[in-house]
């Protein structure tokens, strides 16, 4: 209920929410939590497994149990930590966990099975029959058993992402946090202050980031924070919540510290909290719990709440103190508040159903006295929040003075001040881990139902270990990541094996401290901006064609170029007919250009490629195969000279940047000594592939003269540097993808759709028509040319019918470990060309290859397909394989077994080159 | 001569697309490196320096980007250099932004310091914006980031929407 004076809410502003369709009132400055406790609301959730009522514990990011679906719509967030939650006008929010309602849940009867439901009970039930698993049991135990659900839409919101370097990060705005970032600021450098509360006041000199959780510290000084930008607002235009890169010299950790409930009988009950959220909520939100409570303590700290329980006129029942004798401070805050004192005593259950209504207290004598009363305020000492100090595996040392955990080895330039580092905490404590016979309900992870039986049982069953507790019982997990529950849980089993809590150790702290929206870490990237886009420099050109474009890695390509009404089918066969009949013109800029200069460029080249290079003329290209160090294929690509020291190199699209990065190896680590230079000028050049029986004459029209472009001054693989079009700088090279006369025009990009349109009007009188990457892969898999399926990065130069380009006379990369046996047996699947028997039939890529007539089962397998086309050139489907022996298989029928698509036909083995097998069309 | 394609990126408050210069790559052979600096006065460390009317951005190990309004300069640079580095024009290759907005804005992209203890003017460092290898460098008015031309429309919109919002 609301105190009539007192806290630092805004008692002029008040604001309208709804918790379960009721409507209710709270003030500026109130969380969700303490504006329903202001309400009198106390049930707030049902548990995970149990589906027992739930309440209020704490007044923290460590809440276990007031976890609720906050917003609705597509803005829904489940598992909100209520007390966390700033009320704002209009927030909406739902308990979570329960059917059809948090009053009369009907999965609470798991609470009656709870014997049978204990820890490790799914992993020792739901065996039988194990088909059963995965259709029905899981499904089943996912819905009686879970936390918030998922709005399963699309997030709304727009999140940012930003880098920021500072001199010292000072983590935490309380006394301690706010004091080291004014003095930090005063001492000169960059400081930046991180708090996840609303904001106080600024420091001078220090960035301040208020509602700002940091939530992982990373290696070399990086530290990750969500800052919460509009989730204490209705709705908000701008970013919801900002991410937080930042990389700080020097960190100073004041986190503070986490209370330790008590474990005893029902302590999970709506209305029993830990002391220190009391106290938070009368202080700061003028909300008591109730009217009339009892304190259980073993520690001076917690006496604190009483004389404030007296101020606020709420009725102290009584002092439970564990320790035999209490403490002198104790005993004169009780005797001052009127407050009786049960020293040496404890509280053995909770009593209530909904909510907390009563103590069962056993004296130190053994008598049982059971007192009325509607909160019980626990606390069992605080635990510093050590958490951020170990995500880079330092691990927490226990202080036996203060029976807790303190910080032992630290990240590089942490320091930790305040209770974090355990100052001020724990006078006089005398830990008690459990009372004895707590019963089956004593409870040591709220979130996850997990018991002090349970851990009794997880030793019994022999996971003893901290890590295997954790994982039989899953205390500690979910989000709360058992910030109330961890220290409890280990130091029982620590009783439970006799060991101390030093021995038993920790389980290991993770990032995110807290959780973190998958949004709010892709920032902007998402939707079409989970990457960059690459445009080729006719892009536009072929957009205004009508092209449909297709994703080669970053790149947009024109993928065929349909007319109207045209299928990619038919369009893609139109385009193969018109290059084969006369001629057409392909965007390839996209293909990885290498510039490579200096005196040592021969060499570099003899290196990394596996054929001759040092006997290559000026104004010649070659087509040259690049190895792996282990002898597979990595690319190919063909490379001119240009002239005595100058080449470029193409790659494949897909692995430009990865032969770069190869070559850059190669030249800083293996042959530092080469003098050599390259770089990437695939950008620099607009190329454009003319091919076809007519390509020749189209160009003509273009080169200027006095460059001879006939067949006996321009040869097949020819490389020359020229103008076009009147002077425009131009390189031109006589190369043949698609086995048909054909050239690559290269021009600087600025000049790419001007060329593309000077090409086309040059070539109109021979029907000249652009075609897309359909169309140059039908046409290569005619002509049995090995590309992305086949250079696969589990062939070899065998495999693909290369190993003649391996040379004897040289070293290159690769060369050794490509002569292994097991890489040149024939035995290996190498490539082959499939043709079917029945033309209506269809080839799959994928597809695997059999023998006829045996089981279709693995140890039968031969190979696979690797590209299908259809061929307009043939008439009928083709395709490219990899089959044991194949080359020594021509004339073969075999099987064709692809069971995913209910494809099984049969095919003839047949030469990999279907079209002009002798290449004469090339050297036209 | 054929017409020459534009990029075009529409000038925001805060970015436009630089006016377009001449730019050659410039990569020293190691046999002939000392009688380059001889030749050419090149930045050592990660900073542009201007002489005349070029600008040389240092752009890694031995290898330098050179900038320059006039329209001539890979000849200029050939007749100062021919033979004793690889040039190599890059005028279409790369697209240049001029950012005007607070470092801060950028820091959503870069991930490098960019305050002016960390970023001096005449800076520059390799690194990237979002997921785009990018150079960039300090001006007296603010930033330029310069990418491969493919990236220009993505880099954009990238820098629009961080330094516009």
Same mark, same amino acid.
């Given at each position: 209920m609301r105190l009539a004076s007192g806290g630092t809410i805004d008692r002029t502003k008040i604001l309208n929410f709804k918790f379960d369709g009721k409507s209710y009132q709270g003030f500026a400055g109130d969380t969700l939590a303490s504006a329903l406790l202001a309400n009198g609301v106390k049930l707030v959730g049902r548990s995970f497994k149990y589906h027992r009522p739930r309440g209020i514990l704490s007044a923290g990011a460590e809440e276990p149990n007031a976890l609720v679906e906050l917003r609705t719509g597509a803005h829904r967030e489940p598992n909100t930590r209520a007390t966390v939650a700033e009320l704002y006008e209009g927030l909406v929010a739902q308990s979570q966990n329960r059917f059809p309602s948090l009053r009369y849940d009907l999965l609470s009867v798991n609470g009656l099975l709870a014997p049978v439901f204990a820890a490790g009970f799914y992993y020792k039930t739901f065996m039988w029959p194990a088909s059963f698993w995965e259709k029905l049991y899981e499904p089943l135990i996912r819905r009686a058993a879970g936390l918030g659900r998922n709005a399963r839409l699309p997030d709304p919101d727009v999140y940012e992402k930003s880098t920021a370097f500072c001199d010292v990060l000072v983590i935490g705005g309380g006394a301690a946090g706010r004091e080291a970032a004014a003095e930090a600021a005063r001492a000169g450098g960059r400081v930046i202050l991180a708090d996840e509360n609303a904001p106080g006041a600024e420091i001078e000199g220090a960035v301040y980031l208020p509602r700002t959780t940091v939530f992982g510290v990373y290696d070399s000084g990086t530290y990750g924070a969500v800052e919460r $930008? %509009?989730?204490? $607002? #209705? %709705?908000? #235009?701008? #970013?919801?919540q900002r991410m937080w890169k930042i990389i700080a010299k020097r960190c100073i950790l004041a986190s503070g510290a986490i209370e330790r409930p008590m474990v005893f009988g029902n302590n999970d009950l709506p209305g029993v909290m830990l002391a220190g959220a009391v106290q938070k909520y009368i202080s700061h939100y003028a909300v008591a719990p109730g009217k009339n409570g009892v304190l259980f303590l073993n520690n001076d700290d917690a006496a604190s709440l009483i004389p404030i329980l007296s101020e606020a006129g709420v009725h102290l029942a009584a002092v439970v103190d564990s320790r035999p004798k209490s403490t002198e401070l104790v005993r004169e805050a009780a005797l001052e508040a009127g407050t009786p004192l049960f020293a040496g005593s404890v509280i053995s259950q909770a009593v209530g159903r909904l909510a907390v209504t009563g103590a069962n207290i056993t004296t130190s004598r053994g008598q049982s006295i059971k007192l009325e009363c509607d909160f019980i305020a626990m606390s069992g000492g605080w635990n510093p929040a050590v958490h951020l100090t170990s995500h880079l595996d330092g691990k927490p040392v226990w202080n036996e003075s203060i029976a807790a955990f303190i910080p032992g080895a630290l990240p590089p330039g942490m320091e930790v001040t305040g209770a974090a580092a355990g100052a001020g905490l724990n006078a006089n404590i005398a830990p008690l881990w459990s009372v004895k016979d707590a019963g089956p309900k004593a409870f040591v992870d709220f979130q996850n139902d997990v018991t002090a039986a349970d851990i009794a049982l997880a030793k019994q069953e022999g996971f003893v270990a901290v890590e295997h507790l954790k994982r039989y019982t899953t205390l500690g997990m979910a989000t709360d990541q058992g910030k109330t529950a961890n220290v409890n849980g280990l130091a029982l089993m620590a009783q439970a094996t006799g060991k101390t809590v030093p021995e038993t150790g920790t389980t290991r702290f993770r990032p995110p401290y807290t959780p973190v929206a998958i949004g709010a870490l892709a920032g902007p990237h998402r939707g079409k901006n989970f990457k960059p886009t690459r445009r080729t420099p006719t892009h536009d050109w072929a957009a205004g064609l009508g092209a449909v474009f297709i994703e080669t890695g970053l790149w947009l390509r024109a993928q065929y170029f349909p007319q109207s009404g045209e299928d990619w089918l038919a369009a893609t066969s139109r385009e193969v007919n018109a290059v084969r009949n006369a001629v057409g013109i392909c965007d390839v800029t996209t293909l990885g250009k290498i510039d490579i200069q200096g005196p040592d460029a021969a060499k570099f080249l003899e290196s990394v490629y596996t054929n001759s290079w040092a006997n290559l003329p000026i104004g010649r290209a070659r087509y040259g195969l690049m190895l792996r160090e282990d002898g597979f294929v990595m690319d190919d690509g063909t490379t001119a000279r240009l002239a005595e020291n100058h080449y470029v190199m193409t790659t494949t699209t897909a692995n430009a940047a990865k032969v770069f990065q190869h070559l850059e190896f190669c030249h800083q680590w293996l042959w530092p000594e080469l003098d050599v230079c390259f770089g990437s000028v695939t950008d620099q050049w607009a190329q454009i592939a003319v091919a076809g029986p007519r390509a020749r004459d189209t160009l003509a029209k273009l080169v200027d003269a006095p460059f001879d472009i006939s067949n006996a001054a321009f040869p097949y693989m020819a490389a020359a540097s020229l103008t076009v079009c009147g002077g425009t700088p131009a390189r031109l090279f006589r190369l043949s993808f698609s086995g048909e006369l054909a050239y690559e025009v290269a021009v600087p990009a600025r000049y790419g759709a001007a060329l593309a349109r000077a090409l086309m009007e040059a070539g109109s009188e021979f029907s000249i028509t652009p075609y897309g990457t359909e169309a140059l892969g039908v046409m290569r898999v005619e002509k049995g040319h090995p590309a992305g399926a086949e250079l696969n990065g589990q062939t070899t130069a065998h495999d693909l019918g290369l190993a003649k380009l391996l040379s004897k006379k040289k070293d290159f990369i690769g060369r050794a470990l490509a002569t292994r046996e097991a890489l040149t047996d024939p035995v290996r699947p190498t490539l082959i060309g499939l043709k079917l028997v029945n033309p209506g039939d269809r080839l799959r890529a994928g597809a695997h290859l059999l023998p006829q007539n045996v089981p279709a089962v693995a140890a039968h397998d031969q190979g696979f397909v690797t590209s299908v086309a259809y061929s307009p050139t043939l008439g009928h489907w083709i395709g490219l394989g990899l089959l044991q022996n194949g080359p020594s298989r021509l004339g073969e029928i075999i099987r064709v077994y692809d069971p995913v698509r209910n494809g099984d036909a049969l095919a003839e083995v047949v030469s990999p080159v279907f079209v002009d097998p002798e290449g004469t069309r090339l050297h036209a | 001569m054929l017409e020459a394609t534009i990029l075009h990126l529409t000038a925001t408050a805060h970015v436009q697309l630089a006016p377009p210069r001449s730019m050659v790559s410039i990569a020293a052979f190691k046999t002939t490196a000392a009688a380059l600096h001889q030749a050419i006065t090149l930045p050592v460390t990660p900073h542009c320096s201007l002489s005349e009317d070029i600008t040389f951005l240092w752009s890694g190990p031995a290898t330098w980007l050179a900038l320059s309004e006039a329209p001539d300069l890979e000849s200029r640079i050939r007749h100062l250099a021919n033979g004793l580095a690889a040039i190599t024009d890059q005028s279409d290759g790369r697209a240049i932004l001029r950012v005007t907005a607070p470092a801060a804005k950028l820091q959503k992209l870069v991930p490098i310091d960019l305050h002016e203890s960390a970023f001096a003017p005449n800076a520059t460092a390799l690194t990237l914006a979002g997921h785009i290898p990018a150079q960039i460098w300090r001006t007296t008015t603010g930033f330029e980031l310069c990418c491969f031309r493919s990236f220009a429309e993505s880099l954009y919109h990238s820098i629009v929407e961080a330094c516009e919002v």
């Open positions: $930008l %509009a989730d204490h $607002l #209705p %709705a908000s #235009p701008g #970013p919801r | -």
